[in-house]
Every structure is written in C-alpha cells, then in structure tokens.
C-alpha cells in the first residue's frame, strides 16, 4: 500500500504536514539565495594576452592588433613600451598594461624621479582621449 492508498509513512511528500511545509521552505531558500548573491561582488572576466616584440619573425603591430580584435582580446601586457605597439593599440579599446625592463627595475624603483621621467618618455604620449587605455 502506498501514500496514495491511504498508507502516510510510505512517502514524506503525501503527508499533510509535510505538504504544508515544502513550499515554505522552499520559497525561504531561494530567497535566501537572492540575498547571498546580492551580497558578494560580482568578478569581472576578460581573456588577456602578453605581447612580447622580441622574435625572429616579427608581425606588424596592426595586424597583431587586429588578430586581439577578431579573436575579442580586451586586455594585453607588453613586455615594454615599444612605439609602434603602443601607436597601433590607440583607438582600439583594448586595455593595456606596459612592463618596465628588468634591467631598469631597480632604478625606477630607488626613484620616482627616475620612474616618472620614464612614463613620460615612454608612454604619455599614448595616454589622450581617444588614445591607448593605459
């Protein structure tokens, strides 16, 4: 016999009570779901790439540029401030990120002098409305 046949232990979801409850309980949780996801920031995602210029067979800057475009790229790290890099990626929406050569770490860290020296020479000339997204 089952709950349906009149027999209550057979099944917890036939029992009265329980019937009651279920419901409840569950319009509770997802309420408490909506609140948690509430609560927490949101991560933003983007793919990214690291574009180094040292190798044999160099690509030009705008069709590398193109290639971050096509595939949806939003975001690259050059491994330095090299021009023609910076230039093609003004205008292009993709967000960038310039790296300091290694061997100019320890004196652009020892001097903010020295530091801002280099971001002028490097890469303010990139940085106007419209331009790179540095």
Do not use: C
């Amino acid at each position: 016999m089952n709950a349906v046949e009149g027999n209550p232990k057979s099944s917890f979801l036939f029992s009265k009570n329980k019937i009651s409850r279920l419901p409840r309980t569950l319009l509770y949780l997802v309420f408490a779901v909506i609140l948690l996801s509430r609560s927490f920031p949101v991560g933003e995602s983007a793919i990214g790439v690291n574009w180094g210029t040292i190798s044999f067979h160099r690509l030009k800057p705008s069709t590398v540029v193109d290639l971050l475009k096509d595939n949806k790229i939003t975001k690259v790290k050059l491994f330095d401030a090299d021009p023609d890099a910076l230039a093609a990626l003004v205008g292009s929406g993709i967000e960038v990120m310039v790296g300091i050569p290694n061997e100019m770490l320890a004196a652009l860290s020892s001097s903010t002098d020295a530091s801002d020296l280099w971001v002028r020479q490097n890469v303010s000339r990139y940085v106007f409305k419209g331009g790179a997204d540095i």
